[in-house]
Nanobody
């Protein structure tokens, strides 16, 4: 019914840049919040950045000033521009959306993408 498809991950050297994209498709009525999380082996999944329907943003302290989250509401797509990448940014990055579908407009549901690998080499 709803699918989040991520793209843009890959291998980059320290100091380089990548842009991640996540497109939501399906029977979507409204997307409240879209965001990016990341996870490494043996560690809890952590919030990287998110953006609300009103355009307000939230960033983890470790990425402030380096990453920028944005959205295209017409395309139901969220982006994460990652600059000045560090080796500690290496992780699987997951797209997340809190959204309402046409089939159940009384409440929102949380959806996850499949994850995309970002590897930063030193």
């Amino acid at each position: 019914q709803v699918q989040l498809v991520e793209s843009g991950g890959g291998l980059v050297q320290a100091g380089g840049s990548l842009r991640l994209s996540c497109a939501a498709s399906g029977n979507i009525f409204r997307i409240n919040v879209m965001g990016w999380y990341r996870q490494t082996p043996g560690k809890q999944r952590e919030l990287v950045a998110d953006i609300t329907s009103g355009g307000s943003t939230n960033y983890a302290d470790s990425v402030k000033g380096r990453f920028t989250i944005s959205r295209d509401n017409a395309k139901n797509t969220v982006y994460l521009q990652m600059n000045s990448l560090k080796s500690e940014d290496t992780a699987v990055y997951y797209c997340n959306a809190d959204l309402i579908t046409f089939l159940s407009t009384s409440r929102s549901y949380n959806y996850w993408g499949q994850g995309t690998q970002v590897t930063v080499s030193s």
